[in-house]
């Protein structure tokens, strides 16, 4: 599609879909805008976009698509912004905030004049922020959730469709309300858990400070989105809080009947809990992004001599297998250490532990 195509907020998501809208579509324009100037001007030397905004003003006004890829506060205020301008009457005007029915609800002045918005919220992401973060794949056969009003033309609802159409992610819609129901069970609720797990685990620290260094594995697979961006998340918990008091009511109910089982060393039931949630947590799609990792990190356990990653880098280059990142975890320098490999597909993940098996005796795990 051909068309002026405006990208307010360039962070992880804005810039990701930037990326797939132009994969998608070469001949429109990419227009980015964000407060952070730092992050308008990467965004334009990473090729994220095809020019830079100096106003929300000036670009909004000859724009065919305009996507919101702000924290959910100042989603809501660049939409009652947009309301006041000119912009062009077949403007489609879409959001990938976390949450919806607020969002929708800031919505009511650009529905008086006729304007289309269709709230959107691609359920990929990851704790990392910034259009450094920002990739292609990152929607890849991730659900996309849209909510359009009921009185939005089917013709509209298909033509953001086709606009996001490099992201292959699978279009879902449900109503806001819903939106924030699901999403605040699967994703926010989430946030918090991992949150006060890290927060419980600091505080016991003051006193034993081997903790820290123990915290292997386990305690790293649940508490990654624990550094997601605070300033993000505190918004999003704002804008479902019924929605989330009434799950931490429910969890403090389900905390109690598992203390009950220790209580009275229940050991059928304790067997019985733990079972039950594997029953659930493996049955979940592996295909889709939602269950999967958003980054293919491959956890490789390596002793400790020089040369070491170096050697590791060398068997992946021979087979032409690309990396993206490579760090080391320190809590276990101890021990051996452990690599952590990062690849843009699952594919390319797979393709190195059998590389790395085939080349040498060192561990690998997926680590999930
Ligand atoms: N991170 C995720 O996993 C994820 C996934 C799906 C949806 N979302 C939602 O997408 C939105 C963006 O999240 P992100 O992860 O890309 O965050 P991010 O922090 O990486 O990027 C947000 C960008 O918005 C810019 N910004 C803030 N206020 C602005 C304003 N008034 N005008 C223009 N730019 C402004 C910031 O400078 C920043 O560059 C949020 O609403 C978030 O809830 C996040
Ligand atoms: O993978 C992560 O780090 C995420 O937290 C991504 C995640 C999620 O909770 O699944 C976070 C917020 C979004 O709105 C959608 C996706």
Same mark, same amino acid.
């Given at each position: 599609?051909?068309?002026?195509?405006?990208?307010?907020?360039?962070?992880?998501?804005?810039?990701?879909?930037?990326?797939?809208?132009?994969?998608?579509?070469?001949?429109?324009?990419?227009?980015?805008?964000?407060?952070?100037?730092?992050?308008?001007? *990467?965004?334009?030397?990473?090729?994220?976009?095809?020019?830079?905004?100096?106003?929300?003003?000036?670009?909004?006004?000859?724009? !065919?698509?305009?996507?919101?890829?702000?924290?959910?506060?100042?989603?809501?205020?660049?939409?009652?912004?947009?309301?006041?301008?000119?912009?062009?009457?077949?403007?489609?005007?879409?959001?990938?905030?976390?949450?919806?029915?607020?969002?929708?609800?800031?919505?009511?002045?650009?529905?008086?004049?006729?304007?289309?918005?269709?709230?959107?919220?691609?359920?990929?992401?990851?704790?990392?922020?910034?259009?450094?973060?920002?990739?292609?794949?990152?929607?890849? $056969?991730?659900?996309? *959730?849209?909510?359009?009003?009921?009185?939005?033309?089917?013709?509209?609802?298909?033509?953001?469709?086709?606009?996001?159409?490099?992201?292959?992610?699978?279009?879902?819609?449900?109503?806001?309300?819903?939106?924030?129901?699901?999403?605040?069970?699967?994703?926010?609720?989430?946030?918090?858990?991992?949150?006060?797990?890290?927060?419980?685990?600091?505080?016991?620290?003051?006193?034993?400070?081997?903790?820290?260094?123990?915290?292997?594995?386990?305690?790293?697979?649940?508490?990654?989105?624990?550094?997601?961006?605070?300033?993000?998340?505190?918004?999003?918990?704002?804008?479902?809080?019924?929605?989330?008091?009434?799950?931490?009511?429910?969890?403090?109910?389900?905390?109690?009947?598992?203390?009950?089982?220790?209580? !009275?060393?229940?050991?059928?039931?304790?067997?019985?809990?733990? $079972?039950?949630?594997?029953?659930?947590?493996?049955? *979940?799609?592996?295909?889709?992004?939602?269950?999967?990792?958003?980054?293919?990190?491959?956890?490789?356990?390596?002793?400790?001599?020089?040369?070491?990653?170096?050697?590791?880098?060398?068997?992946?280059?021979?087979?032409?297998?690309?990396?993206? !990142?490579?760090?080391?975890?320190?809590?276990?320098?101890?021990?051996?250490?452990?690599?952590?490999?990062?690849?843009?597909?699952?594919?390319?993940?797979?393709?190195?532990?059998?590389?790395?098996?085939?080349?040498?005796?060192?561990?690998?795990?997926?680590?999930?």
């Amino acid at each position: 599609m051909n068309g002026r195509v405006i990208v307010i907020g360039l962070g992880l998501i804005g810039g990701s879909l930037a990326l797939c809208i132009k994969k998608e579509h070469n001949e429109a324009t990419i227009v980015g805008f964000d407060i952070n100037k730092e992050q308008s001007r *990467l965004a334009k030397m990473l090729g994220v976009i095809d020019e830079i905004a100096e106003t929300i003003e000036d670009s909004a006004i000859d724009a !065919n698509l305009i996507i919101i890829a702000a924290p959910v506060n100042e989603t809501k205020e660049i939409l009652q912004m947009l309301a006041k301008l000119p912009l062009h009457p077949d403007v489609i005007i879409t959001d990938t905030g976390s949450t919806k029915r607020k969002i929708v609800e800031s919505t009511a002045s650009l529905k008086d004049r006729g304007i289309t918005f269709i709230g959107g919220h691609p359920m990929a992401g990851s704790h990392k922020s910034g259009v450094s973060a920002a990739k292609e794949i990152l929607f890849e $056969n991730a659900f996309y *959730l849209l909510t359009p009003d009921n009185q939005i033309e089917e013709a509209k609802v298909e033509r953001l469709k086709c606009w996001l159409l490099g992201t292959k992610a699978k279009f879902l819609t449900i109503t806001p309300e819903n939106h924030d129901y699901l999403t605040g069970i699967v994703s926010h609720f989430p946030h918090i858990i991992a949150a006060s797990i890290v927060r419980q685990t600091e505080k016991l620290s003051a006193s034993e400070s081997l903790i820290p260094r123990l915290a292997a594995g386990g305690f790293r697979d649940i508490t990654r989105i624990a550094s997601s961006s605070p300033e993000m998340w505190k918004d999003i918990l704002l804008h479902n809080r019924e929605i989330l008091i009434g799950l931490l009511n429910q969890w403090q109910e389900e905390m109690n009947g598992v203390k009950g089982l220790l209580e !009275n060393e229940d050991s059928p039931a304790i067997l019985n809990y733990f $079972n039950q949630a594997k029953q659930f947590r493996d049955g *979940l799609p592996m295909k889709e992004k939602g269950a999967i990792p958003a980054f293919y990190d491959l956890y490789v356990d390596i002793p400790d001599y020089p040369g070491v990653i170096s050697e590791i880098t060398g068997y992946l280059a021979k087979e032409d297998i690309s990396i993206t !990142n490579i760090r080391i975890l320190e809590t276990r320098e101890d021990i051996n250490g452990v690599l952590v490999i990062s690849f843009q597909t699952e594919e390319d993940r797979y393709k190195a532990e059998r590389c790395i098996e085939t080349y040498s005796n060192f561990q690998t795990s997926i680590g999930s």
